[in-house]
T-cell receptor, first 114, second 112 residues
C-alpha cells in the first residue's frame, strides 16, 4: 500500500521565488493536513482539509502561504514569495474520516530558502 | 504558549533496559494522547495512543501511562532495542476532533 506521497523531497530556492509543495494522500482518506517542523516551534499544523474543503487555516503564518486541494488525491502548499525564515521541513498527513486521531504522515519536503 | 512539553531533548539507554519518555501538557481539553516515532528523513509514524478516560494502554513492548491530575504522560519501552532509536513525539488532541498539538520531541538512542 502506498503511503502519503510528497514531492519534492528536497527544495533549495532563493529568497523571493515561488515554492510549490505537493502531496498525494492515502486513497480513501478524506482528511488532509499540512504541518511545518522547525527547531524553534516543533511540529505545527498549518491547514486542515476535509473532503477537499479547507476547514481550519488558522495555522497558516502569512498571506504568502496558500494551500489548495482540487481533488481527493492531490494537494499543494504554495509559498510566494519565499523567505529564509520559511526554511523548514513540511509534512503532509492524511487520515480516514473526519477526525485526526490517527494521522499518517508523508516523508516530508525539506525546504531551504537562501 | 507550549501546550505539550517534552522537557528531555534526548535520552540514552542500554539495549534490553527500559526507556521512559515523558510528556507534560497544560490543556485540560485534550481527549486523546498519542505517541509518534520518527526516523531521520521519514515522516512521523503513529505508535500508540490513550484516551483521557484511561490511565494505561499497552501494546507489546510499548505502554503509555496517563496521570490526569498531574497532566503528565509517559511512554515505556521494555525491553529497548537498537531499532527503537528515533525521535519520539507526544501529541494531544483537543479543541476539535482533528487538531493534534505536538511536543518538540525526544531523541531516544538505544546503545547495543
Amino acid at each position: 500500500d502506498a503511503g502519503v506521497i510528497q514531492s519534492p523531497r528536497h527544495e533549495v530556492t532563493e529568497m523571493g521565488q515561488e515554492v510549490t509543495l505537493r502531496c498525494k494522500p492515502i486513497s480513501g482518506h478524506n482528511s488532509l493536513f499540512w504541518y511545518r517542523q522547525t527547531m524553534m516551534r516543533g511540529l505545527e499544523l498549518l491547514i486542515y482539509f476535509n473532503n477537499n474543503v479547507p476547514i481550519d487555516d488558522s495555522g497558516m503564518p502569512e498571506d504568502r502561504f496558500s494551500a489548495k486541494m482540487p481533488n481527493a488525491s492531490f494537494s499543494t502548499l504554495k509559498i510566494q514569495p519565499s523567505e529564509p525564515r520559511d526554511s523548514a521541513v513540511y509534512f503532509c498527513a492524511s487520515s480516514p474520516g473526519q477526525g485526526g486521531k490517527t494521522q499518517y504522515f508523508g516523508p516530508g519536503t525539506r525546504l531551504l530558502v537562501l | 504558549d507550549q501546550q505539550v512539553k517534552q522537557n528531555s531533548p534526548s535520552l540514552s539507554v542500554q539495549e534490553g533496559r527500559i526507556s521512559i519518555l515523558n510528556c507534560d501538557y497544560t490543556n485540560s481539553m485534550f481527549d486523546y494522547f498519542l505517541w509518534y516515532k520518527k526516523y531521520p528523513a521519514e515522516g512521523p509514524t503513529f505508535l500508540i495512543s490513550i484516551s483521557s478516560i484511561k490511565d494505561k494502554n499497552e501494546d507489546g513492548r510499548f505502554t503509555v501511562f496517563l496521570n490526569k491530575s498531574a497532566k503528565h504522560l509517559s511512554l515505556h519501552i521494555v525491553p529497548s532495542q537498537p531499532g527503537d532509536s528515533a525521535v519520539y513525539f507526544c501529541a494531544g488532541r483537543g479543541g476539535s476532533n482533528y487538531k493534534l498539538t505536538f511536543g518538540k520531541g525526544t531523541l531516544l538512542t538505544v546503545n547495543p
